[in-house]
């Protein structure tokens, strides 16, 4: 009986296996899926078993000549959520598992002495998981993708959109983690997102203010899409200018940052109806500018050149428009804005004062879209096209002013001969190979062209190139590669009526090699580590004749060279549930490179023609001079409450490059200077201490944050200096000291109608200039105010949402006015009639104060449309303040006069149309 038994069991299997390779012919042409099991089912003697709805709604054509039916199941399975199981004379379709007929190795555990692969090397296994009791609230089970015993991927990509399910708009900025992981990611403005997982199940959880959170199950077994719809959360968002994420403003260790949301500043009314990125930021405390149309910021009481301003991590010099009445900036290309106003990073370097992170945003990789504008005086559109859907895009934008066409369009003789435009062109190519691999390449050009008389033509133009490669090692470990080049020029072209026509200019080049890693160590430890390096060649300034007759001299001073090296470490360490530190150490290093000359001047001597000693020449690449030291960057955050923090921070920071000027905007007379053999690097130390506090579920975020900073070797000049073409400009260079103290409130609301923000500071900026002999000191050696020294700055940003589609902003400045120094006497020596001027910067101009308002009105939300359109209708200055924005005296009838300029004196209306497809 158990021979007969066991042979039965040999004939059956034998029976299964001729049947599996039993050899048929099939020809499908344009057949459903249910006529191809039919077909197969009509020709064999199998049987199949499924669910319906399972079947893919898509045609199968193909001929099969003397095959196997499991190859015929294998074509026509393949690219679809269905797997087959083969049992006897039944065919059982799954749809994303797999039925196995054992269990894998280790399912019941491992044995001692069995090594078992870590996650990531392991081949496939099943997946398991425990369904909910009717007791516990249910979590709806999504499966993505489909089980495949051949792939044995250790990390899966889960990508998808995230709409509203009113009016399906994009959500931006909503946080997206898996639970019991450290896992997590943000969607960007399109509502887009992207998770790499290990195979398995996974809950998926959802944060944001103004949407509801969403809990879901993922079970993923391969590459797949996970696209959500949210509904708005009972208390309804109002606009939202300024944003961070629940409780961040808290729990974060870095005091003093802030993160401008792009896409909600179209509401604020600035001049013209233009987004400008950067005056923005002068609303919020601590970050203001020496006057209306000024280029460059003031960060806590440092001069504007001690700002690094990052564009895709390629310095931009100048990142204004007509000196500081527009932004650089496209505002439609732009992702994100990280400003460091207090604890700066160890990554960031070479300056003292902030830190202007801004990214452009990638491109659509799933359709083409576009973005545009229309202003009175400029145009804007930029383009988004997948390149490999899912992985590549390309993005550029154009913008440009029309303001030469209306001036020519003008009566007036005098304006129709002047010339005003601009344009600015950013471009950039993002591509994701593989799961952990993704590069980057960016370009940027801008350009201004400008006349104040008919004689001058003043141009400086920006241009950027960025490269990033970034990887991730595993979950713990990424890092990346990036490799920059920066440019910037001003010229002036004069053509007057005498022989004197020329041309001169100045410029700035820096190229910069960075690796950036980031390693987690454990639940407790991020560590940030790095080198870069950094080649600068600056062209101090030079003239040359233009046209036969001119008679001017050609001057060219020598181009200055240096490399600028730093290696970083940094390390984020939660101590306990109420304790977190951050502390990190940056070590940089400069050196002054030829070729070059160098003058040796007297011991115990004036720097002077007359005290000159020697000159020593170097050859190309030789060591000049050398500086550099330790910066250490340390920050701490204690929770008092869980909505309530007390920050702390010191920072030390090197700048090694600086900006000569004695105006507030670029212009010619300006000069850049490398740290060398006389010339000092700058120094920084910077305290802060502040408290945080959220109110009434996060609706309030309100901050009290003091500062005190103090530097060395601070860069000025002496009185009358010559600082543009002087081959000596040593001779007209003082170093200092410098402090700065402050107080700086911020009260932001973020939900509701009615949203926006109140900022106040008190600050106080000062400069000792007190050398060794008399032409060296100024204001007898005291502290004096800088010409940036602005005590009191409020501003009020306020927007009030009526519907979702009509909507309020109002925008309101006071500063007090900056120092100045007046003209106090004139006297009388050998004949001649002198003017005495009083201590420098005794005086200020009159207090600037501000008000804008605009009305905002949103297109309808529907989906199926061809572009999605607001207006925005805005005045600027509604008070018509003539706010000065320089007091300058003359010599009338032998009498001092005193004369103010303004910017803006009138109130300025202006209507802007914005589209978005």
Same mark, same amino acid.
């Given at each position: 009986?158990?021979k007969?038994?066991?042979?039965?069991?040999?004939?059956?299997?034998?029976?299964?296996?001729?049947?599996?390779?039993?050899?048929?012919?099939?020809n499908?042409?344009?057949?459903?899926?249910?006529?191809?099991?039919?077909? &197969?089912?009509?020709?064999?003697?199998?049987?199949?078993?499924?669910?319906?709805?399972?079947?893919?709604?898509?045609?199968i054509? $193909?001929?099969?000549?003397?095959?196997?039916?499991?190859?015929?199941?294998?074509?026509?399975?393949?690219?679809?959520?269905?797997?087959?199981?083969?049992?006897?004379?039944?065919?059982?379709?799954?749809?994303?598992?797999?039925?196995?007929?054992?269990?894998?190795?280790?399912?019941?555990?491992?044995?001692?002495?069995?090594?078992?692969?870590?996650?990531?090397?392991?081949?496939y296994?099943?997946v398991?998981?425990?369904?909910?009791?009717?007791?516990?609230?249910?979590?709806?089970?999504?499966?993505?993708?489909r089980?495949?015993?051949?792939?044995?991927?250790?990390?899966?990509?889960?990508?998808?959109?995230?709409?509203?399910?009113?009016?399906?708009?994009?959500?931006?900025?909503?946080?997206?983690?898996?639970?019991?992981?450290? &896992?997590?990611?943000?969607?960007?403005?399109?509502?887009?997102?992207?998770?790499?997982l290990?195979?398995?199940?996974?809950?998926?959880?959802?944060?944001?203010?103004?949407?509801?959170?969403?809990?879901?199950?993922?079970?993923?077994y391969?590459?797949?899409?996970?696209?959500?719809?949210?509904?708005?959360?009972f208390?309804?968002?109002?606009?939202?200018?300024?944003?961070s994420?629940?409780?961040?403003?808290?729990?974060?260790?870095?005091?003093?940052?802030?993160e401008?949301?792009?896409?909600?500043?179209?509401?604020?009314?600035?001049?013209?109806?233009?987004?400008?990125?950067?005056?923005?930021?002068?609303?919020?405390?601590?970050?203001?500018?020496?006057?209306?149309?000024?280029?460059?910021?003031?960060?806590?009481?440092?001069?504007?050149?001690?700002?690094?301003i990052?564009?895709?991590?390629?310095?931009?010099?100048?990142?204004?428009?007509?000196?500081?009445?527009?932004?650089a900036?496209?505002?439609?290309?732009?992702?994100?804005?990280?400003?460091?106003?207090?604890?700066i990073?160890?990554?960031?370097?070479?300056?003292?004062?902030?830190?202007?992170?801004?990214? @452009?945003?990638?491109?659509?990789?799933?359709?083409?879209?576009?973005?545009?504008?229309?202003?009175?005086?400029?145009?804007?559109?930029?383009?988004?096209?997948?390149?490999?859907?899912?992985?590549?895009?390309?993005?550029?934008?154009?913008?440009?002013?029309?303001?030469?066409?209306?001036?020519?369009?003008?009566? =007036?003789?005098?304006?129709?001969? /002047?010339?005003?435009?601009?344009?600015?062109?950013?471009?950039?190519? /993002?591509?994701?190979?593989?799961?952990?691999?993704?590069?980057?390449?960016?370009?940027?050009?801008?350009?201004?062209?400008?006349?104040?008389?008919?004689?001058?033509?003043?141009s400086?133009?920006?241009?950027?190139l960025?490269?990033?490669?970034?990887?991730?090692?595993?979950?713990?470990?990424?890092?990346?590669?990036i490799?920059?080049?920066?440019n910037?020029?001003? !010229?002036?072209?004069?053509?007057?009526?005498?022989?004197?026509?020329?041309?001169?200019?100045?410029?700035?080049?820096?190229?910069?090699?960075?690796?950036?890693?980031?390693?987690?160590?454990?639940s407790?430890?991020?560590f940030?580590?790095?080198?870069?390096?950094?080649?600068?060649l600056?062209?101090?300034?030079?003239?040359?004749?233009?046209?036969?007759?001119?008679?001017?001299?050609a001057?060219?001073?020598p181009?200055?060279?240096?490399?600028?090296?730093?290696?970083?470490?940094?390390?984020?360490?939660?101590?306990?549930?109420?304790?977190?530190?951050?502390?990190?150490?940056?070590?940089?290093?400069?050196?002054?490179?030829?070729?070059?000359?160098?003058?040796i001047?007297?011991?115990?001597?004036?720097r002077?023609?007359?005290?000159?000693?020697?000159v020593? =020449?170097?050859?190309?690449?030789?060591?000049?001079?050398s500086?550099?030291?330790?910066?250490?960057?340390?920050?701490?955050?204690y929770?008092?409450?869980?909505?309530?923090?007390?920050?702390?921070?010191?920072?030390?920071?090197y700048q090694?490059?600086?900006?000569?000027?004695t105006?507030? @905007?670029?212009?010619?007379?300006?000069?850049?200077?490398?740290s060398?053999?006389?010339?000092?690097?700058?120094?920084a130390?910077?305290y802060?201490?502040?408290?945080?506090?959220?109110?009434?579920?996060?609706?309030? =975020?309100?901050?009290?944050e003091?500062?005190?900073?103090t530097?060395?070797?601070?860069?000025d000049?002496?009185?009358?200096?010559?600082?543009?073409?002087?081959?000596?400009?040593? @001779?007209?260079i003082?170093?200092?000291?410098?402090?700065?103290?402050g107080?700086?409130?911020?009260l932001?609301?973020?939900?509701?109608?009615? !949203?926006?923000?109140?900022?106040?500071?008190?600050?106080?900026?000062?400069?000792?200039?007190?050398?060794e002999?008399?032409?060296? &000191?100024?204001?007898?050696?005291?502290?004096?105010?800088?010409?940036?020294?602005?005590p009191?700055?409020?501003?009020?940003?306020?927007?009030?949402k009526?519907t979702?589609?009509?909507?309020?902003?109002?925008?309101?400045v006071?500063?007090t006015?900056?120092?100045?120094?007046?003209p106090?006497?004139?006297? !009388?020596?050998?004949?001649?009639?002198?003017?005495?001027?009083s201590d420098?910067?005794?005086?200020?101009i009159?207090?600037?104060?501000?008000?804008?308002?605009?009305?905002n009105?949103?297109?309808?939300?529907?989906?199926?449309?061809?572009?999605?359109?607001?207006?925005?209708?805005?005045?600027y200055?509604?008070? $018509?303040?003539?706010?000065?924005?320089?007091?300058?005296?003359?010599?009338?009838?032998?009498k001092?006069?005193?004369?103010?300029?303004?910017?803006?004196?009138?109130?300025?209306?202006?209507?802007?149309?914005n589209?978005?497809?």
């Amino acid at each position: 009986m158990k021979k007969f038994f066991f042979c039965l069991f040999i004939f059956s299997v034998f029976s299964l296996k001729a049947q599996i390779s039993q050899k048929t012919d099939f020809n499908f042409v344009d057949a459903s899926f249910e006529e191809v099991i039919l077909q &197969i089912e009509s020709k064999t003697s199998f049987r199949f078993y499924y669910v319906d709805t399972w079947l893919p709604d898509k045609k199968i054509s $193909g001929t099969y000549s003397d095959v196997e039916i499991q190859e015929v199941l294998q074509d026509i399975f393949d690219n679809t959520l269905l797997n087959f199981h083969v049992d006897g004379d039944r065919i059982i379709l799954t749809r994303n598992n797999i039925i196995y007929d054992e269990l894998p190795e280790n399912f019941f555990g491992k044995q001692e002495s069995e090594v078992v692969d870590t996650p990531e090397e392991k081949t496939y296994n099943p997946v398991f998981y425990e369904d909910v009791s009717a007791e516990q609230k249910p979590i709806e089970t999504i499966t993505i993708g489909r089980a495949d015993r051949s792939q044995g991927k250790s990390r899966l990509k889960l990508s998808g959109v995230v709409t509203s399910a009113e009016d399906g708009a994009p959500i931006p900025n909503l946080a997206i983690s898996v639970r019991d992981r450290e &896992i997590g990611t943000v969607t960007d403005s399109r509502g887009q997102y992207s998770l790499n997982l290990p195979p398995g199940v996974h809950i998926i959880e959802t944060r944001s203010f103004g949407s509801e959170d969403v809990t879901k199950r993922v079970v993923i077994y391969n590459d797949g899409q996970l696209n959500l719809s949210l509904r708005e959360d009972f208390e309804q968002l109002g606009e939202v200018l300024l944003e961070s994420n629940p409780n961040k403003n808290v729990s974060d260790a870095v005091g003093g940052s802030e993160e401008i949301n792009v896409e909600e500043i179209k509401n604020i009314p600035l001049v013209l109806g233009e987004r400008n990125i950067l005056k923005v930021s002068t609303t919020l405390p601590g970050i203001s500018t020496a006057g209306e149309g000024a280029a460059g910021f003031n960060v806590r009481g440092g001069r504007s050149d001690q700002n690094l301003i990052l564009l895709d991590n390629a310095v931009i010099y100048n990142p204004s428009h007509f000196f500081g009445i527009f932004s650089a900036l496209n505002p439609f290309t732009t992702g994100t804005v990280d400003i460091y106003k207090g604890h700066i990073p160890a990554n960031y370097g070479g300056r003292l004062s902030s830190v202007f992170d801004i990214k @452009t945003k990638d491109a659509n990789v799933q359709e083409f879209a576009g973005e545009g504008s229309i202003g009175p005086v400029t145009g804007n559109l930029t383009l988004e096209v997948p390149i490999v859907k899912e992985k590549a895009g390309f993005l550029v934008g154009v913008r440009s002013t029309y303001s030469d066409w209306i001036l020519k369009s003008l009566e =007036e003789e005098s304006l129709r001969d /002047n010339e005003a435009s601009f344009y600015d062109v950013v471009a950039k190519y /993002n591509h994701k190979i593989g799961m952990d691999t993704d590069v980057d390449l960016m370009g940027y050009f801008s350009n201004d062209r400008f006349n104040i008389t008919p004689d001058s033509l003043y141009s400086y133009s920006n241009r950027l190139l960025s490269m990033e490669v970034g990887h991730r090692f595993n979950d713990s470990h990424q890092g990346k590669v990036i490799l920059t080049n920066s440019n910037y020029n001003f !010229n002036i072209d004069y053509a007057g009526e005498f022989t004197n026509d020329f041309r001169s200019g100045y410029g700035i080049n820096e190229t910069e090699a960075k690796v950036h890693m980031r390693y987690r160590l454990n639940s407790k430890h991020r560590f940030d580590y790095g080198v870069s390096a950094k080649l600068y060649l600056v062209e101090p300034g030079e003239i040359s004749p233009q046209g036969e007759n001119s008679a001017v001299q050609a001057v060219e001073i020598p181009r200055e060279k240096g490399v600028e090296s730093a290696v970083f470490l940094g390390d984020e360490f939660i101590v306990n549930e109420k304790l977190l530190l951050s502390g990190g150490l940056r070590f940089s290093l400069f050196t002054a490179l030829g070729e070059g000359t160098e003058r040796i001047y007297q011991e115990g001597a004036p720097r002077q023609e007359s005290s000159v000693e020697d000159v020593v =020449e170097y050859g190309n690449n030789e060591v000049i001079a050398s500086y550099g030291g330790p910066e250490l960057r340390l920050a701490a955050r204690y929770l008092l409450q869980e909505d309530l923090s007390v920050k702390a921070s010191y920072n030390s920071t090197y700048q090694y490059i600086h900006t000569l000027s004695t105006n507030t @905007t670029a212009s010619p007379t300006d000069t850049y200077k490398l740290s060398d053999g006389i010339v000092k690097p700058q120094q920084a130390n910077n305290y802060s201490l502040g408290f945080y506090k959220n109110l009434f579920q996060n609706t309030y =975020e309100l901050s009290l944050e003091g500062y005190y900073k103090t530097s060395n070797d601070i860069l000025d000049y002496k009185v009358g200096a010559q600082l543009f073409l002087n081959e000596t400009i040593e @001779t007209e260079i003082l170093q200092g000291e410098g402090k700065s103290h402050g107080v700086e409130f911020l009260l932001k609301k973020t939900k509701g109608n009615l !949203n926006g923000w109140v900022g106040y500071s008190y600050s106080r900026s000062f400069v000792k200039l007190a050398g060794e002999f008399k032409d060296e &000191i100024v204001n007898n050696g005291e502290f004096f105010p800088s010409n940036f020294d602005k005590p009191h700055d409020f501003s009020m940003v306020a927007n009030y949402k009526f519907t979702r589609r009509f909507s309020l902003s109002a925008n309101f400045v006071y500063q007090t006015g900056r120092p100045i120094t007046y003209p106090v006497g004139k006297y !009388n020596y050998n004949g001649a009639e002198y003017v005495m001027y009083s201590d420098r910067n005794e005086f200020r101009i009159p207090d600037y104060y501000r008000l804008d308002l605009s009305f905002n009105i949103e297109g309808n939300h529907k989906i199926q449309k061809l572009a999605h359109s607001f207006w925005n209708i805005s005045v600027y200055n509604v008070l $018509g303040r003539n706010n000065p924005y320089s007091v300058f005296f003359v010599t009338e009838g032998g009498k001092i006069k005193a004369y103010k300029s303004s910017i803006f004196s009138i109130p300025v209306p202006t209507i802007t149309y914005n589209f978005k497809f």
